[in-house]
């Protein structure tokens, strides 16, 4: 039964993030020049699950190769806005 005196607690509201932070090809677009930067920097550490992730991630992409060689030079070049 509903009783009378309950008190009715709203959910607060959230706000929105900015759209370009939550969009998906945003972030994806980020990891990719974050890995081929690792790549280029010879940073790469086949021990972190982390880079081994988007490695495969960057394969699907056909941005590197099956031995870590970049094919697309232009991931090297910053796309997103910092």
């Known amino acids: ?16 993030q900015n759209a370009k932070r939550n969009s998906k090809a945003g972030n994806l677009d980020r990891n990719l020049v974050y890995i081929t930067r690792i790549i280029s920097r010879g940073d790469f550490d086949p021990e ?22 970049i094919l697309k030079e232009e991931y090297l070049i910053c796309k997103t806005k910092r």
């Open 1 to 16: 039964m509903n009783d009378i005196l309950t008190f009715k607690v709203k959910k607060p509201h959230y706000h929105k």
């Open 48 to 69: 972190k699950s982390y880079h081994v992730v988007l490695a495969k991630i960057a394969r699907s992409k056909g941005i590197i190769d099956k031995d870590n060689n």
